[in-house]
């Protein structure tokens, strides 16, 4: 009996989400684009740290995040952050580019960035400013 692999092992397990994980704060520290969403972080050692704690679980691999800290709770843990639509974009671009970077097939990416970005999308907690055409 065979179950098919999960994200977890598909992107190389505790090794290849650590490489992920580094590689999207990376981005997030050095792209222009993100500027607006690197400014949140206080702490970048610390977020790479439950990133990477989270996705684990997230991916089907060890719940690590619940384990520590219980249930995620992961909106209202965003509340303290202004998260619109502008910020949701750029935490996916920092992760789509991160999932390219570190050489994941683009079938893959397009997998796990679909599902990320329901996740990033229900951050959200600004109403957006309507448009300049009404
Ligand atoms: C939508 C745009 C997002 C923005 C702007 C954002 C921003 C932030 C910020 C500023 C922090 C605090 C970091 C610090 O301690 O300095 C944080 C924490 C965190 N974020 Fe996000 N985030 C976003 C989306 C996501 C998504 C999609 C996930 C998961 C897939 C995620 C997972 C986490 C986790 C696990 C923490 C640690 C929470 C805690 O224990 O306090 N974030 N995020």
Redesign the pocket.
């Given at each position: 009996m065979s179950e098919a692999p999960n994200f977890y092992e598909l992107v190389g397990g505790e090794a290849g989400l650590h490489r992920l994980v580094d590689r999207f704060y990376e981005v997030m520290d050095s792209e222009p684009r993100a500027a607006?969403?690197r400014a949140?972080?206080?702490?970048?050692p610390?977020?790479n740290q439950?990133?990477f704690?989270?996705?684990s679980g997230?991916m089907g691999g060890p719940q690590l995040?619940v384990e520590k800290?219980g249930h995620?709770r992961?909106r209202a843990?965003?509340l303290?952050?202004p998260?619109g639509e502008s910020?949701?974009d750029?935490?996916?671009f920092c992760?789509i580019r991160a999932m390219h970077d570190v050489g994941i097939e683009e079938p893959l990416m397009v997998q796990i960035g679909n599902q990320?970005w329901g996740?990033?999308?229900?951050?959200?907690n600004q109403p957006e400013a309507p448009s300049a055409q009404g």
């Open positions: 607006g969403i949140m972080h206080t702490n970048l610390r977020a439950k990133l704690e989270f996705l997230w995040f800290y995620p992961l843990r965003h303290p952050f998260i910020e949701r750029q935490w996916i992760m990320l996740v990033a999308d229900f951050m959200r």
